[in-house]
């Protein structure tokens, strides 16, 4: 981690600009005082920037400062970067050719599109992209969950037959589309999707389950080890960085043997997670119609 690399003061300079960043670029995470907040770790790593970087203060570094107003004047900074509109320029370059007749070229091939899209019918599979909501992609029961399914199925229903009550998922899709994955969906890769954060816990999404007509996730939880800000308690930045630096990054003991039940529709918000030797840092995302 970075913070065995370069010394605390470095660090914490460092993180001014990607706290403040973070409480810009989503929800007003602090309401009316958000901005606010924003613009005193922005002019703060402004004012020190020379302090660690010799000769690098130029024309971007001094627009950081007016970040703050424009939030305050336009909304969250995801909503006005300039990735969708880049993205819908390369879409519609792709349908023009030659030097001439752009227009009619351009009016054709969306008419195409727009034909297309309108008669397309969606399946509803567990494959499709737009499929229904809820969990899917049918598996086993964990060979960790073994010791502790009876229990679980006691405290959700009154019925005798657990093996008739309960179906196990790889997948949940909550009704914005948003696929969430378990430890038993093997077709991840690298990617960390099944760390959740859910209420004010964090921990691993083991599986899903149905039972009694609803629909749950059992997730291992992980505690919190300490305050992430405690990284930097001999900084001068401390006191300004603590508390909001403490809501968007978490530590968390590695070690787990508690199991949660929690309902798939509750609120489930992914993780970006580092994994360090004693524990892990944890960021939940700020959004999801763009990466963090």
């Not at 349908?95 to 969306?110: I, M, N, T």
């Not at 959700?156 to 179906?167: A, F």
Request: proline share 1%; aromatic share 14%.
């Amino acid at each position: 981690m970075v913070r065995n690399l370069l010394d605390c003061n470095r660090v914490a300079h460092l993180g001014l600009f990607i706290t403040g960043i973070r409480l810009l670029h989503g929800r007003r995470v602090f309401g009316d005082a958000t901005a606010g907040l924003a613009h005193d770790l922005l002019t703060t790593f402004y004012r020190d920037h020379e302090m660690f970087y010799k000769y690098q203060q130029n024309y971007v570094l001094h627009l950081h400062i007016h970040y703050a107003e424009i939030y305050q004047n336009h909304g969250s900074l995801c909503n006005i970067n300039t990735f969708s509109q880049e993205d819908i320029m390369g879409a519609v370059s792709k349908c023009k050719h030659g030097s001439r007749y752009w227009g009619d070229q351009l009016a054709f091939y969306l008419n195409i599109d727009f034909a297309l899209k309108n008669s397309q019918q969606y399946e509803e599979s567990a494959y499709s992209i737009f499929g229904s909501e809820g969990v899917f992609d049918e598996t086993t029961l964990p060979v960790e969950l073994i010791q502790v399914i009876s229990s679980v199925h006691t405290s959700l229903c009154h019925c005798h037959d657990l093996n008739q009550c309960i179906k196990f998922y790889r997948r949940f899709r909550n009704k914005k589309q948003i696929v969430y994955h378990s430890l038993a969906y093997t077709k991840r890769q690298s990617s960390v999707s099944y760390f959740v954060k859910y209420n004010s816990l964090f921990g691993i999404i083991i599986t899903f389950m149905s039972c009694d007509d609803k629909q749950y996730a059992i997730i291992k939880r992980h505690a919190v080890k300490k305050k992430f800000s405690d990284y930097f308690v001999s900084s001068p930045y401390h006191s300004l960085l603590s508390k909001p630096i403490d809501t968007f990054f978490f530590v968390l003991e590695k070690q787990s043997l508690q199991f949660d039940v929690v309902d798939v529709y509750s609120s489930l918000d992914m993780c970006i997670v580092i994994e360090e030797d004693d524990c892990f840092i944890v960021s939940p995302l700020s959004i999801y119609h763009e990466h963090d």
